[in-house]
């Protein structure tokens, strides 16, 4: 089975823009997560998408948004890009169930300049 | 506020040798996970403790689980250059989905 893919694996954008970021879970799975890992705070959750419906959401400001597609593909975008915003982005896949463990694909590594 | 707390943040051993690392959370949950990432490389799952008294145990790592004390441990055995990584612990804070608040992970260094 071919695992969770992410595109683009780096980016680079400068401050003001605004990026999309693919994520393509392991086949049959429903959930997908996304989530921020940086240096300074760690890994923090985004939020969590399952059949094309947002379940749940972390703490962060209205500019970072997603959506999933009816394929379970799923896109992530961030508006008007801050310098903080430069991190790897994670997103996870499972098949759903709260108790099913989550795969995580290679990250996009975003840069904003 | 939910915390989730690791020590040590980092930890040089020997080959061979055993070590401990704790996840201490602040909040009543059910669920714990303990992900592995190599350097520039994603995470992998590693374990998933769903009650008090769980203990999962995979080669050389051994992670349990004690609800009462919000803790968790991974004990590393006989420690070998390949579990050389970062590991993190992760705690569901959600009754039915997946929130996941995560530890700042532990690198581990083991030296031959």
């Known amino acids: 089975k071919a695992g969770v893919t992410q595109t683009p694996r780096y980016l680079i954008k400068t401050r003001g823009q605004q990026v999309t970021l693919s994520c393509s879970p392991i086949s049959g799975h429903r959930s997908v997560s996304w989530y921020q890992q940086t240096p300074g705070q760690g890994l923090q959750f985004l939020f969590e998408?399952?059949?094309?419906?947002?379940?749940n959401k972390g703490n962060f400001p209205g500019r970072f948004s997603g959506r999933q597609f009816s394929n379970s593909r799923s896109e992530m975008n961030v508006s008007t890009l801050e310098l903080g915003d430069s991190a790897l982005y994670l997103c996870?896949?499972?098949?759903?169930?709260?108790?099913?463990?989550?795969?995580f694909g290679p990250g996009t590594r975003l840069t904003v300049l | 506020e939910l915390k989730v707390e690791q020590n040590p943040l980092f930890l040089s051993m020997q080959e061979g040798k055993n070590y401990t690392i704790y996840c201490n959370y602040s909040?009543?949950?059910?669920?714990l996970y303990w992900y592995r990432q190599d350097p520039g490389k994603s995470l992998e799952s590693l374990f998933v403790?769903?009650?008090n008294g769980a203990v999962k145990q995979e080669g050389r790592l051994m992670a349990s689980l004690d609800t009462k004390a919000r803790l968790s441990t991974l004990h590393i055995t006989a420690a070998v250059h390949d579990l050389s990584a970062t590991y993190f612990c992760a705690v569901d804070i959600s009754s039915s989905n997946y929130q996941l608040i995560w530890g700042a992970g532990t690198k581990l260094i083991i030296k031959p």
């Open positions: 998408y399952f059949s094309e419906t947002q379940r």
């Open positions: 909040t009543t949950s059910d669920r």
């Open positions: 996870a896949s499972s098949m759903g169930g709260a108790l099913d463990t989550q795969y």
């Open positions: 403790l769903l009650s």
